[in-house]
Structure formats: C-alpha cells, structure tokens
C-alpha cells in the first residue's frame, strides 16, 4: 500500500468521514443538556476547533444560529461548502481557540472530541477558556469532552474506526508511541487508511496531545471564575448517569456553566 506523510486535518474529506457518521449521541446528548442546565433559551451556538463542522450542519438544520473556528483552513473551506449546500450561512472561519472574539454572544458553546488538547501550554488552556467565557450569555453553558491521564494504568492506548460513504471506505487507527508526564505530553500516531475502486493508500501522522489530569483540569478550571462545573459525564452521553471521578477515568465530558 502506498504510503503518504501528511498532516490528517488537511484531508477533511476522509476526517469527516471518520468521525463525522458518529454525531447523533453527541447531538441528542448536546441538546439534552441545553434543556436541563441552561438558564436561558438556547439559539445561538459556537463550536472551537470544529473541524469539518459534523455538529454545526446538523444544529444548523435544527434552526440554531451556529457558527465556529478552526485553525485548518481546508477543514473551514469543507465545512463551510456543506452548509452551503444545505442552504445555510457559511459562518465558520479561520481562528485560534485559543484567541477569538465574537460579534455577538452566544448561549452554549461545545467543544467534543479532545480537541481542546492539541493546546500546547497552560497558557493557552487557560487563554482558551477566557475567550470562551467572553463569548458565553450569563446562564449559557460549555460543554467539553477529553481524555484524562487516570491515576491507573491506561486502558485505553490505541484505537479504531472504520467508515464508508459510496465506493469510498477508510479506516483509521490511533495509538499512544509515547507518554512524557513530566512534559505533560502524549505524542499519538495515526493512520488512515483510505479505500477507492482505483487504489489505495495510507496517510499517515503524528500529533501531540497535552496530558491532564482529574486535578490538573479542576486547577484550570479555577484560573476562569467565570465557568462553573455543573456535572460531568462519560462518552456514554447518557444524562441519566452523571459521573464521579475515580482512578480510572478516562473519558469526561464537563458541562459547564457562565455565571
């Protein structure tokens, strides 16, 4: 098979993909949280670091005002062509989620597959949840899913996906090469490897997550008054089973709160 190095966000066709035929318990999950912690009506929606935007057409479906920013502007031209093609705004742009501003406040924001981790710094962390509170209503919400360093081993060091669309099909692996505490580091390898009736290929990268802990992410947390933790949840997305943390968690979902 042919291999190609590249950086996997540049190919948003196979990204989205991926990771993209996997919305629904998010969305159903979102939506359920806007209900039960808002304290205001929900309708007008950010997402940083969103990608291809697999969330914002389907709020933007719903009626919602979404808009959103990455720093990828491949993932941005793609996202902003689907909602074009639905008949929506293109209101994704190229932006840090990290540094942003928006023309107007929205009331919930959502951040869901350990985006927020490609942060380098502490600074960065904490220069992201400014701009997040800045945008937020009072009374909106942030909803922010990762994957913690639990205080046991991992269970969790590699990973699988395989989707198709058509005579398309790709499958992705992602697995831990190396795991640096100290540095608070995880360097993370991953492929695609991507399926046509005329040939096939891997592409192939590397990227580095920084690593948190459970206490680590409450200090953070502390550094932005502004957001308050309401409940926590696993990837499970079930809203009936609020989660306390323990040695080994893993996946996390924190809904916060601007007050």
Not at 72 to 93: D, H
Not at 118 to 126: K, S, V
Request: charged share 25%; with cysteine; hydrophobic share 35%.
């Amino acid at each position: 098979m042919e291999t190609i190095a590249g950086h996997l966000y540049d190919y948003p066709k196979y990204y989205d993909l991926i990771f993209g035929s996997d919305w629904a318990a998010e969305y159903k999950f979102l939506k359920q949280c806007f209900a039960k912690y808002a304290k205001r009506p929900v309708k007008r929606l950010f997402e940083p670091a969103c990608g291809t935007g697999r969330l914002v057409v389907q709020f933007a479906k719903e009626g919602y005002e979404i808009s959103g920013n990455d720093l990828n502007e491949k993932a941005i031209a793609y996202c902003n062509a689907r909602l074009k093609r639905a008949g929506y705004p293109e209101s994704t742009f190229v932006g840090d989620m990290a540094d942003f501003k928006l023309k107007k406040k929205v009331d919930a924001a959502f951040n869901m597959i350990n985006t927020f981790r490609h942060l380098p710094t502490e600074e960065a962390a904490q220069a992201h949840f400014r701009c997040v509170a800045d945008a937020l209503n009072k009374g909106g919400l942030y909803i922010l899913g990762l994957h913690l360093t639990p205080k046991t081993p991992a269970k969790c060091t590699s990973e699988s996906w395989s989707s198709s669309r058509g005579n398309l099909s790709v499958v992705s692996n992602l697995w831990t090469i190396e795991t640096n505490l100290k540095k608070r580091q995880e360097r993370i390898g991953v492929t695609y490897d991507v399926y046509t009736p005329t040939k096939q290929f891997r592409i192939t990268d590397e990227t580095i997550f920084r690593t948190y802990t459970a206490e680590q992410m409450f200090s953070l947390f502390a550094s932005e008054p502004r957001l308050r933790v309401l409940e926590m949840f696993d990837f499970r997305y079930d809203l009936d089973w609020p989660i306390d943390i323990t040695n080994d968690t893993e996946d996390i979902v924190y809904v916060m709160q601007r007050v």
